[in-house]
């Protein structure tokens, strides 16, 4: 089963968000970059599915040149090759990060299955996946939190699954997602595409041969410059926090009177 | 005329307020729902009218019985083709979110997620100035919204804007629309109904764990606090990463979202990514050994201290309490601690 997982490099917060001057973005001179932890899960179930059944895992990212360090973790996870689109930004509107992604996928053999996160950590628009898998005519799961994948299930082209889905090459996924009104089970067959989050697995550290062979990794580097689409960025900022600062209720075990009172006050003992 | 989505069955009030505020004065709002949706269309049509959305659409096609993100998302962008409204705005539940965004994928639109605020260009460009939510709600981002349709989705903590809503008669018109066949390869084909009783994300107190509870056998005390107070336990990323609690028990950005009355933050240092899970609580008290820790900061109370200390003794407390009130009717019990006194 070969696997193209799309990830993105974002900026890793501490408990502040700093904001460049003109504030039209985030501050990013201080701080870490890593991969969106839906999107890390995404590369973990990859690596996972294809060491179960074959194939090839391809990492996708579209923004700078810098978003190579975020491919390279992924081949230090175990993916086998790595794809950056540069636009020389992360900060694109969805459409344009479509057209990005598609760029990418252009030379690309077509995949069994395209895995995103299902939505960034960062702008968290959650649209990429839907855009790019229609462009693909894939059919395309969001929010999936479980993925199972029988190989060479039904043999027979055309046929129908007990699960409704149309089977054409024998691969058969079954994906499940937790909704508010309870779990919704899919089943789709390859090719496919699913937007997966975190809960999906416990993804794994690189280990240092990994990160070692990552490092010297060749990246196929694809240049683009998407038309924005229809929705533009005019600035970021901080919502007003309006909270107090909190009230102390004193220090170890001898705060657990106050705590207690304050838990009758709120009605809750 | 402005549309409203209405995929879950659910009529969200603040939309029609919104739409209205959009809409030019003649400009009608109607609205949009699914044949499938397993609410009765008069029963929806009643409470928008109440709203005054003067029409609501049903859509009909076999492959619109069972919910199917492809199946809906299609359906929905063949009605913004016939009625080409000027803008489409949905709630941004999960249903709402995802049909609209299969929809604006197949149309060829732009579309708005998580909005806090819409409204209309002054320049009359006939774009959107919008503000929405990123990275959970820490940041706020305004944008600018231009399409010959528009699409947005409209989060809970919407700015209403305060238009008059005339009441009308909401008309229902059901119409058949074709679906591509082959969008039956992404329909539900089963479901599991979610356990009853409390989850993270409904229930009234939250008893979360953090780093500094230090295992999973840490938990013991918070699971049997939060029984105490008639909630659940949740817990922060480096809980799940460590595989001391399963990934649903997590509060943050990329676990569950809540508005607890109380939420208890044990040992939790309170980064970003964690503090925009339970930010929309009523009351956090937070208990750290670090004074300095950001949760310790933006909680409602704070406890410097170990949990490992600082819980047992709480529960100690309360136990104290209860058993003093129980036995306050009886003679030679002592007496329960007068509310307020603090002994140090």
Known sequence: ???????????????????????????TRHLGFTIGPHEECAVEEAV?????????????????????????????????????????????????????????????????????????????????????????????????????????????????????????????????????????????????AVAVKEGLNLPRYPTLPGRLKAKKAALRTVTCGPEPGGLRTLGLRRPADDRAGAIPLGRGADAAPAVVDVLAELGKV | MQLIVVADGQVVPELPAVARSLASRDEPVEAVAFAGTGVPAGDVAGELGGYGVSRLHVVRHELLDE???????????????????????????????????????????????NCVRLAGEEDGSGAWRLTRTRSGGVLLEDAELTAPVKLATVAAAVETPQVPLQPADCEVTE??????????????AERVASETGLSLSTAPVVVSGGRGVGGAEGFVVLEELAERLGGVVGCSRVATNNGWRPHRDQVGLTGTKIAADLYIACGISGATQHWVGCMDSAAILAINTDPEAPMMQRATYAVEGDVHEVVPAVLAEIRRRADGAAGSGRSGVEEPAPAGSSRR
């Open chain 1, 48 to 192: 996972r599915l294809a060491a179960a059944h074959g194939g090839r895992v391809t990492v996708l990212t579209v923004g700078p040149e810098e978003a190579g360090e975020q491919l390279r973790y992924a081949l230090a996870m175990g993916a086998h090759q790595g794809v950056l689109v540069d636009t020389g930004t992360t900060d694109l509107d969805p459409e344009a990060t479509a057209t990005a992604v598609l760029a990418g996928l252009a030379d690309e053999p077509a995949p069994d299955l395209l895995l995103f996160g299902d939505a960034s950590a960062d702008a968290g628009h959650g649209q990429v996946g839907v855009r790019v898998a229609l462009a693909c005519g894939l059919p395309i799961v969001g929010g999936v939190t479980g993925i199972e994948a029988e190989s060479g299930a039904v043999p027979e082209n055309g046929a129908v699954a007990e699960n409704g889905a149309v089977t054409e090459n024998g691969a058969t996924l079954r994906a499940t997602r937790d909704t508010p009104g309870g779990t919704e089970v899919f089943g789709l067959s390859v090719p496919a």
């Open chain 2, 67 to 113: 919910y199917g993100p492809e199946a809906w998302g299609s359906a929905l962008a063949t009605v913004i083709d016939w009625l080409g409204p000027a803008g489409v705005l949905a709630s941004a539940s999960h249903r709402d979110t995802e049909v609209l965004t299969h929809a604006a994928a197949r149309a060829g639109l732009p579309l708005a997620t």
């Open chain 2, 175 to 188: 119409s058949a629309v074709d679906v591509p066949p082959e969008l039956a390869r992404t329909r539900v």
């Open chain 1, 1 to 27: 089963m070969d696997i193209v997982v799309c990830i993105k490099r974002v900026p890793a917060f501490g408990a502040q968000v700093p904001l460049t001057d003109d504030g039209l973005a985030v501050d």
